[in-house]
C-alpha cells in the first residue's frame, strides 16, 4: 500500500478542525481532526488558529492518519484519544 500526503489542508468550516489530503494508491482520502485532537497535541498552543496547530504537528497527525489507513479505518477521523496514544 502506497500512502503519501499532498500537502494540501483546509478548515472545516463545520467543525473548525483540519482536513487535509493523503493519497493511498493513486486515491485521494480525506483525512479530518478534530477541534479537541487540535488542542490537545499541543497544549501549549492550544489556543493557536487550527491551522497553525495542524501545521506545528503535521508528522504527528500524518503518522496517525497512516496507521489508521492501513488499519482500514474509514473514515480516517483524528480525535482526542488518538493523540494521547
Known sequence: MEITFSGRYT???DTF???FEANVDGTNVVCSIS???LDDVDTINAQSAPEHQFLANRVRFEAIAEQ????????VAINSS????
Open 35 to 37: 477541534t479537541e485532537a
Open 17 to 19: 478542525g483540519i482536513n
Open 82 to 85: 488518538d493523540v494521547h496514544s
Open 68 to 75: 489508521k489507513i492501513r488499519a482500514g479505518i474509514s473514515p
Open 11 to 13: 478548515v472545516n468550516s
